[in-house]
């Protein structure tokens, strides 16, 4: 992704990309904390883009990482490339929590 769209390479901390590939399957006494497709592909995207592992491109790839999830899982978002930038920019700055942006998946799906 960094050699299609720019950026430094690298990943920054490895116990920070472990803990984000690892969020979605969060549970709390053997009940999973995300248990819809739409909120582990948020938590996929969220721990990303919010944990900052790489050195570059956290954004690009937690909404990558989102819709690959989904895709494996038969789920296409259905939306063009302005608005999911936007969407996770505005995750980024904090004016869309986790939860907002698993109702954004499932709304644009």
Avoid at 5 to 30: M, N, Y
Avoid at 67 to 78: A, C, S, V
Avoid at 90 to 100: C, H, P
């Amino acid at each position: 992704m960094i050699r299609e769209t720019g950026g430094s390479a690298g990943i920054r901390d490895k116990g920070l990309l472990e803990s984000a590939v690892a969020q979605p399957k969060a549970s709390f006494e053997k009940i999973e904390l995300y248990r819809t497709l739409e909120s582990k592909a948020a938590a996929y995207c969220f721990s990303t883009v919010m944990n900052h592992p790489f050195v570059d491109g956290n954004k690009r790839t937690g909404f990558v990482a989102a819709d690959t999830f989904l895709r494996i899982n038969g789920y296409f978002l259905e939306v063009d490339q302005q608005l999911g930038e936007e969407s996770i920019l505005r995750l980024a700055s904090g004016q869309m929590s986790k939860e907002q942006l698993a109702t954004w998946f499932a709304e644009n799906l």
